[in-house]
């Protein structure tokens, strides 16, 4: 078997995904038109091309510019459900999705909205797709701990369909002391954990969103290569990394593949995890990202497979859950 079937064959959990950055150029121009919004972009191919980033913060801004062709319930059942029969042809079992409820009622768009049309796909995907899920929602850091505050207490209605809260957004300049009260109180209310650190940052911010915001993974991670010290206590405690390789490269992370620390991070025994992040963005789902790192950092077959497995452990599935999937 080729590498690509090797890889496709492996039962996945994917780990890191913003149901935002799963929206595809072409469902973004029908939602257009859907909703009559007007777009800077003449066409598909012109926005595709625009698709080239230097840092995070670029692409940040074309993210939440293209999620404003999100309005109503069906438009949101639509983005996820899109995601969910990618997850079926990629042979990926059980996904944990990020969403970040700011992007749209920072526009007026009700929370409810947001979370019921994604819901709706995620019942669908378990019913008609066999796929499983979890809910994970992010706090936008460049926003402040007030609007954090709000959009915690407008998830309390939600606790049965939100398994933890997340931190996502730009990284620089918005360290996880500033979050600290909010995780202290999501945790109080119930919440599992993340938090994105070490993306951009610095591995000082890997080591306080461990300690000031009691995350059980992080998000990124990549940093931590950087420090020793951080890296047996990752390594130690058993706290996964949910690494996105194609991100890492198209944002600039790092300069090429080649040198992407995915291969040092599981050598120095940290549970190490694939994942996509933003999918529509960067030029691949999660199997495209397995055989990039692959190709890049010559990973055997066993290595894969360490990643696959690695990935349902680091899940939030229950234990006979991860039994079920390995
Ligand atoms: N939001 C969506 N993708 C993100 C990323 N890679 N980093 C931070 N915030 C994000
Ligand atoms: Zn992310």
């Known amino acids: 078997t080729t590498l690509s079937e090797f890889i496709h064959g492996l039962p996945k959990a994917e780990l890191h995904l913003h149901i935002e950055g799963t929206l595809e150029p072409e469902l973004l121009f029908q939602l257009a038109e859907r909703n009559h919004i007007q777009l800077k972009y003449p066409s598909v191919e ?27 319930e069906q438009d949101f059942y639509d983005l996820a459900w899109d995601y969910l029969e990618k997850c079926k042809e990629q042979n990926v079992v059980h996904t944990e ?3 970040d409820p700011q992007t749209h009622t920072e526009r007026g768009i009700l929370f409810a909205t947001v979370i019921n049309g994604i819901n709706r796909a995620l019942q669908d995907a378990r019913t008609k797709l066999g796929i499983s899920s979890k809910l994970i929602m ?34 620089k300049g918005n ?13 109080e209310e119930g919440f599992l954990t993340v938090a994105h650190a070490g993306e951009e940052g610095p591995a000082s911010f890997v080591k306080d969103a461990v300690d000031l915001l009691k995350i059980i993974r992080i998000d990124h991670g990549i ?21 996105c390789p194609l991100s890492n490269l198209e944002l600039r992370a790092v300069d090429q593949l080649e040198n992407h620390p995915l291969k040092k991070l599981m050598d120095h025994g940290l549970l190490v995890t694939v994942n996509s992040d933003d999918p ?46 390995i």
């Not at 091309?49 to 999100?70: H, I, R, T």
């Not at 007030?146 to 996502?168: M, R, W």
């Open 97 to 99: 999705i990020f969403f």
């Open 175 to 187: 360290p996880p002391a500033k979050f600290e009260r909010v995780f202290a109180k999501a945790r």
């Open 46 to 72: 012109a926005l595709k091309k625009a698709y080239k980033f230097s840092n995070l913060q670029e692409f940040l801004d074309l993210y939440y510019e293209g999620a404003n062709v999100l309005i109503e």
């Open 138 to 171: 992010c706090f936008l850091r460049h926003l402040d701990e007030a609007s954090a505050f709000q959009t915690l207490d407008e998830a309390l209605d939600y606790k049965d369909l939100i398994v933890a809260v997340g931190l996502d957004s730009s990284e």
């Open 280 to 325: 529509a963005y960067f030029g691949g789902y999660v199997n495209e990202n397995y055989l990039a790192s692959a190709e890049a950092l010559g990973l055997s077959k066993a290595d894969l497979c360490q990643l696959a497995k690695n990935s349902v452990i680091a899940s939030l599935l229950s234990e006979p859950e991860k039994e079920h999937h």
């Open 223 to 243: 940093a931590a290569i950087q420090d020793e010290f951080l890296l047996a206590e990752l390594a130690q405690k058993q706290i996964p990394l949910t690494v």
